[in-house]
């Protein structure tokens, strides 16, 4: 039976919070001036990651109510409860356990749920994806006409997709044996037709993705992709039109990842090469499940092992942390503290690093499809403002396109900076390093929006009038520095742990069941009950609104044949 949510607005952390923002004024010159220890008590490690969140906007007094607002909400005996299989998931009765999906081999003790064996479950998956992706990597499994697999492309959306571009864009390095992953994911024929242009049949494989197996853009594009199989090959004189060739093309060119083994079948997938996961993990938590196959295909099942050591290092920080020194909850604290008691509607993540920039479109599902929410657990309207926008782009694009906004503007947008003191591609410059004067970049754009520069010191460089105050910077724009050695699988691995952490606490003080997703439901159904009308039937278009109706006239009248 899962506790009823705590309401964070009538606990007593909440209203010394209020009285602390009541004539808050933030002075991160003042605060670093007076306080030479700030900088030390306010960086923490996390694995491999050094967390620097001393420009924040907060003070000793700020941060101890915070973690006040941790204990009184009950943050320590929800992620318990979790970690323990309780279905804190309550509008589904689920457990959420994607942190068992991490658990190394042989942990004890075993972990049972709902009279699973859950460890013994993810190791042998674990280990049939990585028998797999070692026999594609080898050359072992061929396609139909005995050659070598060079593409795999996983057909998925949302978390069948999101995770694994992310991750296969941020650790190309890795991917030494000529096999290289591709990801369709939209309906837009668009997608599919780009992805696979170039491609041969006869060397490519497909990963079909998807936990439900009845997602409409997943199962309309892999009917598409077995078209364009059967097509390519038979062009090639590679198999005729006989249904017994067919199926064994689809044998050697098509595997899948879902929790629907049956629905494989039945699409024409040997469930021999099928991979489960299970209804406990949710869709934009899979990465670390069979999901990420793709992964373990283009990087090697060692750099998957890897990854998944990364997200385990991160549970066991925040399992065995005090609230006070644990990151990912601290993160969600301060996250909090800008929402609900700043007024920031917008959180910015900054990756200085080109192959992440795939990073914020992952957390924008993480974050966005966990904690939109109007809801508690218990059915009840949450008491406060809850998830913000995440959005972001790397350094230093964003430098050129949207930061201006951030330095000067109205606004207050949190940022999280990331960047690795080791790049991927170490190159330089008429003798310079040029990744050292990237880092410069990400060193100076946080001290920028901390420090301002004042018009004091606008004058003195010798502005005068109106110009003044255009080139003057307010500061105190709230930063958070996320470094580390260099992006191995490990260190991504630990990143993503993070981020799922600290939508948790968030979620957890705002009462919110992170783990479904509602909201997505009446597009989808309304897509079906439109999709008749665009086909020309009469009464699926008379049963729509006005607004619909003409759009839908527009597009007759537009249509080419
Ligand atoms: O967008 C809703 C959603 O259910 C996501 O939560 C999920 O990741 C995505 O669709 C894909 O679902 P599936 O993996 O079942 O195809």
Same mark, same amino acid.
């Given at each position: 039976m899962t506790?009823a ?8 952390a909440?209203?010394?919070l209020?009285?602390l923002k ?8 003042g605060w670093?001036?007076?306080?030479p ?5 306010l960086s923490?490690?996390l694995a491999?990651?050094?967390v620097?969140?001393?420009?924040n ?5 700020i941060?101890?109510?915070?973690v ?11 992620y318990?409860a979790?970690l323990?299989g309780?279905?804190i998931?309550t509008t ?15 942990a ?7 009279g699973q064996q ?24 061929t396609?139909v006409t005995g050659?070598k697999?060079?593409?795999v ?5 949302g978390g ?8 296969s864009?941020?650790?190309?390095p890795?991917?030494?044996?000529g096999?290289?992953?591709?990801f ?5 024929p668009?997608?599919i037709?780009?992805k696979?242009?170039?491609l041969?049949p006869?060397t490519t ?5 998807s ?5 409409l853009e997943t199962?309309? %594009? *892999?009917r598409?992709a077995? /078209? ?9 004189? !590679?198999i005729?039109? +006989?249904? @017994?060739?067919k199926?064994?093309?689809?044998a050697h060119?098509?595997?899948a990842?879902?929790?629907?083994l049956d629905k ?7 469930p021999? %090469? *099928?991979f489960g996961?299970? /209804?406990w993990?949710?869709?934009r938590?899979?990465v670390?499940? !069979?999901?990420g196959l +793709?992964? @373990?295909?283009e990087l090697?099942?060692?750099a ?6 990364g997200?385990h ?6 399992a065995?942390?005090?609230?006070e ?5 601290l993160?969600?604290?301060?996250n ?7 007024g920031?509607?917008?959180? @910015?993540v900054?990756?200085y690093?080109q192959?992440?920039?795939r990073?914020?479109?992952y957390?924008q599902?993480?974050?966005m499809?966990?904690n939109?929410k109007?809801?508690?657990?218990d059915?009840t309207?949450v008491?406060?403002?809850?998830g ?11 430098q050129?396109?949207?930061y ?6 109205t606004?207050?947008i949190?940022a999280d900076?990331?960047?690795f ?7 330089t ?8 004067l990237f880092?410069?970049?990400f ?5 920028a929006?901390a420090?301002g520069k004042?018009?004091?010191?606008v ?11 255009a080139?003057t910077f307010?500061?105190?724009r ?9 992006l191995t699988p490990t260190?991504?691995?630990?990143l993503i742990?993070?981020y799922e952490?600290?939508?948790f ?8 069941n992170?783990f479904d997703q509602?909201g997505?439901?009446?597009g989808?159904?309304?897509a ?5 009308a665009?086909?020309?039937d009469d009464?699926a278009?008379a049963?729509?609104?006005a ?8 597009y ?5 044949a």
């Amino acid at each position: 039976m899962t506790a009823a949510p705590i309401d964070a607005t009538s606990t007593a952390a909440w209203a010394d919070l209020e009285s602390l923002k009541n004539g808050f004024t933030p002075d991160l010159r003042g605060w670093f001036d007076a306080d030479p220890g700030r900088v030390d008590r306010l960086s923490l490690p996390l694995a491999d990651l050094h967390v620097d969140l001393s420009k924040n906007l907060v003070t000793d007094e700020i941060v101890a109510a915070l973690v006040r607002l941790a204990e009184q909400t009950g943050v320590a005996e929800r992620y318990a409860a979790m970690l323990a299989g309780e279905h804190i998931n309550t509008t589904e009765d689920r457990a959420v356990l994607h942190t068992a999906l991490r658990r190394p081999a042989g942990a004890t003790p075993a972990l049972v749920v709902d009279g699973q064996q859950v460890d013994a479950d993810v190791q042998q998956v674990l280990e049939k994806m990585s028998a797999f992706a070692d026999r594609v990597r080898s050359g072992e499994w061929t396609g139909v006409t005995g050659k070598k697999v060079t593409h795999v492309v996983n057909i998925g959306i949302g978390g069948s997709d999101l995770g694994p571009v992310m991750i296969s864009e941020a650790l190309r390095p890795y991917a030494t044996a000529g096999i290289q992953a591709r990801f369709v994911s939209n309906i837009d024929p668009f997608d599919i037709a780009n992805k696979t242009a170039d491609l041969d049949p006869e060397t490519t494989l497909f990963i079909v993705a998807s936990k439900t197996f009845t997602t409409l853009e997943t199962l309309t %594009n *892999a009917r598409l992709a077995r /078209d364009w199989l059967w097509a390519g090959l038979q062009q090639a004189g !590679a198999i005729d039109d +006989s249904e @017994a060739k067919k199926t064994d093309a689809v044998a050697h060119h098509f595997v899948a990842v879902s929790t629907a083994l049956d629905k494989v079948e039945a699409f024409g997938i040997d469930p021999a %090469n *099928a991979f489960g996961f299970w /209804d406990w993990v949710g869709g934009r938590y899979s990465v670390d499940s !069979a999901i990420g196959l +793709s992964l @373990a295909i283009e990087l090697g099942p060692d750099a998957f092992r890897e990854l998944l050591a990364g997200f385990h290092a991160v549970d066991e920080h925040v399992a065995s942390t005090p609230l006070e020194k644990n990151v990912p909850v601290l993160m969600g604290l301060l996250n909090v503290w800008y929402t609900n008691f700043l007024g920031a509607q917008t959180h @910015a993540v900054l990756p200085y690093a080109q192959q992440l920039h795939r990073f914020a479109a992952y957390l924008q599902q993480l974050t966005m499809e966990s904690n939109g929410k109007s809801v508690r657990w218990d059915g009840t309207p949450v008491t406060s403002d809850t998830g913000e926008v995440f959005w972001g782009e790397p350094g230093t694009n964003g430098q050129h396109a949207f930061y201006q906004l951030i330095h000067q503007g109205t606004r207050l947008i949190p940022a999280d900076f990331i960047a690795f003191v080791n790049p991927a591609y170490p190159l330089t410059d008429g003798g310079r390093d040029v990744h050292g004067l990237f880092l410069a970049n990400f060193l100076a754009q946080t001290k920028a929006l901390a420090f301002g520069k004042t018009a004091a010191e606008v004058e003195a460089e010798g502005t005068t009038g109106a110009l003044v105050a255009a080139r003057t910077f307010p500061g105190n724009r709230p930063t958070t520095s996320i470094f580390a050695p260099a992006l191995t699988p490990t260190v991504l691995g630990e990143l993503i742990a993070l981020y799922e952490h600290i939508t948790f606490t968030q979620g957890t003080i705002w009462g919110i069941n992170s783990f479904d997703q509602w909201g997505v439901e009446l597009g989808k159904q309304l897509a079906l009950q439109i999709a008749p009308a665009i086909e020309g039937d009469d009464d699926a278009l008379a049963a729509q609104d006005a607004s619909t109706r003409s759009l839908l006239a527009y597009y007759q009248a537009h249509r080419q044949a």
